[in-house]
């Protein structure tokens, strides 16, 4: 299994500051589900750090790429998969199946939409942040535009969570992160 530092040197690699933020940070949502859930916690930071670890030099491709990248490195197929399956409908054909697949195709774009909320805010932190601010945001379509709502609401009933759950979850987990203030 390859380390953490291996992951994100290979995320700084393809990527500049905008695109490495946003892997931090759903690495951090990711590790805070796993924990929660007894589950293998660098295995599932690893599969957040690089879920779009192709998608600013090769957008066209994106998840083929990383599998491609991901599996010259010997890459555990696991991890392989739960990137490819977190475009499922999007750009991939690979539907999530496991905890962290269904984990991480929820948080991805929620991450996002949650980081844009807290961007607007005074403080520019996600500590005061709350559920009722997100949900508004949420009903905003020309808010964070590309933060796909549908994909957000597929991933809530995949982990059987009421949609208020996973944003609350989701807040909960960038303030344990090094990432609360952006």
Same mark, same amino acid.
């Given at each position: ?12 690699? !393809? ?9 931090? /940070?759903?690495?951090?949502?990711? +590790? !805070?589900?796993?924990?929660? @859930?007894?589950?293998? %916690?660098?295995? @599932?930071?690893?599969?957040?750090? *690089? ?20 599996? $010259? ?12 399956? &977190? /475009? @499922? =409908? ?9 905890? #962290? ?16 909320? /807290?961007? %607007? ?12 601010? %997100? ?5 905003? =379509? $020309? ?5 796909? +709502? ?7 009933? #995949?982990?059987? #969570? ?11 987990? *960038? +303030?344990?992160?090094?990432? &609360?203030?952006?």
């Amino acid at each position: 299994m390859p380390t953490r530092e291996d992951a994100f040197n290979l995320l700084k690699k !393809y990527n500049s500051d905008a695109l490495i933020t946003h892997g931090l /940070a759903v690495e951090a949502t990711m +590790r !805070y589900f796993a924990k929660k @859930w007894c589950e293998d %916690v660098e295995k @599932w930071g690893i599969v957040g750090l *690089l879920h779009d670890l192709d998608y600013e030099k090769y957008p066209d491709e994106h998840c083929y790429k990383t599998k491609e990248i991901l599996s $010259s490195l010997n890459y555990p197929q696991d991890i392989i998969r739960a990137i490819m399956s &977190h /475009a @499922w =409908k999007i750009c991939t054909d690979v539907e999530p199946k496991t905890k #962290m697949e269904k984990t991480l195709y929820a948080v991805d774009e929620l991450t996002g939409l949650i980081i844009a909320c /807290a961007l %607007v805010r005074p403080s520019k932190s996600v500590i005061d942040l709350e559920v009722k601010s %997100v949900k508004k945001k949420f009903k905003q =379509k $020309s808010f964070a535009a590309g933060a796909n +709502r549908e994909v957000i609401k597929e991933g809530a009933t #995949m982990l059987q #969570m009421e949609l208020d759950e996973l944003i609350s979850e989701v807040i909960l987990a *960038l +303030r344990e992160s090094p990432f &609360h203030k952006f």
